[in-house]
């Protein structure tokens, strides 16, 4: 089974940085894209960044300019640098591989997402 695990949420003073990361594991032959999303308190889930196994990003507006996103395609990990965080920032954020490939079906693609990690900037 696949599962993807998050790490590096927190609380940080406006302005601040976090480096968030998710590590795939499991029988992955391959990821077709790997991202990562959030939700904060009573709004939709919203992509936040993403990025192809081919290494083109796709970035929401409102982080543009803030946040990158790199990825590991051999140790099937993507991590996003968070910069000059703001409150609006403020949600739990998502890992999610999607288009992805296993040992077990190899005609078959699937998405998964990761549990969730908080991130909480202060004003």
């Known amino acids: 089974q696949v599962q993807l695990v998050e790490s590096g949420g927190g609380l940080v003073q406006s302005g601040g940085s976090l480096r968030l990361s998710c590590a795939a594991s499991?029988?992955?032959?391959?990821?077709?894209?790997m991202g990562w999303y959030r939700q904060a308190p009573g709004k939709q889930r919203e992509r936040v960044a993403t990025?192809?196994?081919?290494?083109?990003?796709n970035f929401a507006d409102s982080v543009k300019g803030r946040f990158t996103i790199t990825r590991d395609n051999a140790k099937n990990t993507v991590s996003m640098q968070m910069n000059s965080l703001n409150p609006e920032d403020t949600a739990v954020y998502y890992c999610?591989?999607?288009?992805?490939?296993?040992?077990?079906?190899?005609?078959?693609?699937?998405?998964?997402w990761g549990r969730g990690t908080q991130v909480t900037v202060s004003s």
């Open positions: 990025i192809t196994s081919r290494g083109s990003t």
């Open positions: 999610n591989a999607a288009g992805v490939t296993t040992k077990l079906e190899k005609s078959n693609e699937y998405d998964y």
């Open positions: 499991g029988p992955i032959l391959s990821i077709r894209s």
